[in-house]
């Protein structure tokens, strides 16, 4: 009797593993279009080919490009310069870490005023 409350106990614990897998899943991309200043941002995807598909959809233009891509408690800004072509983005463990490297890699391109234009975050 105990060694069939073990298996069965043992059969839920890996159902319950096996299933919340795609849960814990979070990949995420950022595609950019350089000359048409379009991009698209994903995050929380189960696969990363899903977040790079769902990145480059959001970006619109046959000429983005998969910039960087963004793994699990990882979040992704861009930064575009409200003038000219200046734009920068940053990957980093929050929120405010990935603006602000956005912000920073943007001001390096650029003499003017840059703008946090897009930021996510993965579970």
């Known amino acids: 009797m105990r060694g069939r409350a073990l298996s069965v106990g043992f059969a839920v614990t890996l159902f319950a593993l096996g299933s ?3 849960a814990f899943a ?3 991309a950022l595609a950019f279009d350089e000359g048409g200043r379009k991009y698209g941002l994903s995050s929380n995807e189960d696969t990363q080919s899903k977040a790079d598909d769902v990145a480059m959809k959001e970006c619109g233009s046959d000429k983005c490009k998969i910039v ?3 793994a699990a408690r990882e979040c ?5 310069a409200e003038t000219g072509t200046g734009w920068g983005g940053g990957k980093r463990p929050n929120r405010a870490a990935a603006e602000l490297a ?8 650029t003499k003017g005023q840059c703008k946090i234009r897009g930021a996510e975050c993965n579970r």
């Not at 992704?76 to 575009?80: H, K, N, R, S, V």
């Not at 956005?102 to 391109?109: I, T, V």
Request: contains cysteine; aromatic residues 10%.
């Open 76 to 80: 992704g800004a861009i930064a575009l």
């Open 68 to 70: 960087f891509r963004t």
């Open 20 to 22: 919340a897998a795609p």
């Open 102 to 109: 956005a912000m920073q890699s943007c001001q390096k391109h």
């Open 26 to 28: 979070a990949y995420g």
